[in-house]
Every structure is written in C-alpha cells, then in structure tokens.
C-alpha cells in the first residue's frame, strides 16, 4: 500500500487519536527500527529502540472488523519487535476506546499508565491508558 492509501485507510479507522496524513505516515515508515505490518484492510505501525517496541498505530477498516484482523497484525508486529531485539512493547490507547482496549488486554498488554487529557483533539479531550506487555515467547 502507498503512503496515500494507508492515510485513507487510517482516516476510515480513526476518530481518536486524529487520524494521520500520508506524509505523517511517510516520515513513521522511515523512522530507525520501523515495524509496518500491512494486510487487505488493516495495518500496524510501531518502532523498536533498543529493547523496547511501541505500537504507535493499528487502524481496521471498519468493514473488517471482528473478524480477527486486528489480532494478526499484533501478532505480525509482536515477532517482528521479538526479532528486533524487544522485550517489551508498550503502547497508549484512547481511554473511551473499548474495542481496542479489549483486544489489547487479550493480547497481554495490561494498564502500567494514564496520560490525562492526552487526545486533545477530542471534544473534551480524552484521557490515554498506557498499556504494556512483555515480548517472551
């Protein structure tokens, strides 16, 4: 998929956090130890520093949601981050984000953190939990 795409699709998916330009997307794709795990529909992109990952993004469309996708591509970014030398991933969800915080928690991620006010582009702004998990096989 192209930068355009992946904003068009991230649009789709996203109310909060706002969802990203093609260039924003550009600039993540090419960060040191960028992990892009794309599939029909959906992608994931995080980073590896040193022995940590961060999930910066999952967006689903939302025609194919519930329907595993969304735990596939954790799953592709999670070795991926393995490979790399991670240990640990961290991430940041909106707090009113229920779907995603749900998929996380089976997963493995578990709340280590809050940022209050964090998405201020929301109306009022939203709160994120901070969530981690460890990368051991």
Request: aromatic share 6%.
């Amino acid at each position: 998929m192209t930068d355009a795409e992946l904003a068009r699709l991230h649009a789709a998916a996203m109310t909060v956090p706002r969802p990203w330009s093609a260039a924003e997307i550009a600039t993540l794709r090419m960060m040191p130890g960028a992990i892009l795990a794309i599939r029909p529909d959906g992608f994931a992109i995080g980073r590896v520093v040193l022995d940590e990952a961060e999930l910066l993004t999952v967006a689903v469309a939302p025609h194919a949601r519930r329907r595993g996708l969304g735990r596939a591509l954790l799953a592709i970014y999670h070795a991926e981050a393995r490979a790399r030398g991670a240990g640990r991933s961290l991430l940041e969800v909106a707090d009113g984000n229920r779907a995603a915080r749900a998929l996380y928690e089976a997963e493995g991620y578990a709340a280590c953190g809050l940022r209050r006010a964090y998405y201020t582009e929301a109306t009022p702004p939203q709160d994120a939990i901070v969530m981690a998990r460890d990368l051991a096989p």
